[in-house]
Nanobody
Framework: VQLVESGGGLVQPGGSLRLSCAAS????????MSWYRQAPGKERELVAS????????NYADSVKGRFTISRDNAKNTVYLQMNSLKPEDTAVYYC?????????????WGQGTQVSVSS
């Protein structure tokens, strides 16, 4: 099983980045997908999530209206479009896959990609 994030980097405030997470080794379309982030000295927090079939999404209040999560089940990939970036968005961003089947949770984490927002 692999979740490989890409697309992170250094961007100025107000800029945009698009993160991608390519999945392999499991049936991607059966899993709800999420993006989490962890800033230095802070706990990991949920940024956005999308259900397995796509369509229904959920966002942290801090990113609503600026970030958009989407997925392409044909490409086994989930995306996070980040616009109007702020310095407080600086963090390592992680991809997360989760499925609950008969009360058993199956979940996987990516290795993370650094996003830095600074002038």
């Amino acid at each position: 099983v692999q979740l490989v994030e890409s697309g992170g980097g250094l961007v100025q405030p107000g800029g945009s980045l698009r993160l991608s997470c390519a999945a392999s080794g499991f049936t991607f379309s059966n899993y709800d997908m999420s993006w989490y982030r962890q800033a230095p000295g802070k706990e990991r927090e949920l940024v956005a999530s999308i259900i397995s079939a796509g369509g229904r999404t959920n966002y942290a209040d801090s990113v609503k209206g600026r970030f958009t999560i989407s997925r392409d089940n044909a490409k086994n990939t989930v995306y996070l479009q980040m616009n109007s970036l702020k310095p407080e968005d600086t963090a390592v961003y992680y991809c997360y896959a989760e499925r609950v089947l008969v009360w058993v949770k199956y979940d996987y984490w990516g290795q993370g990609t650094q996003v830095s927002v600074s002038s």
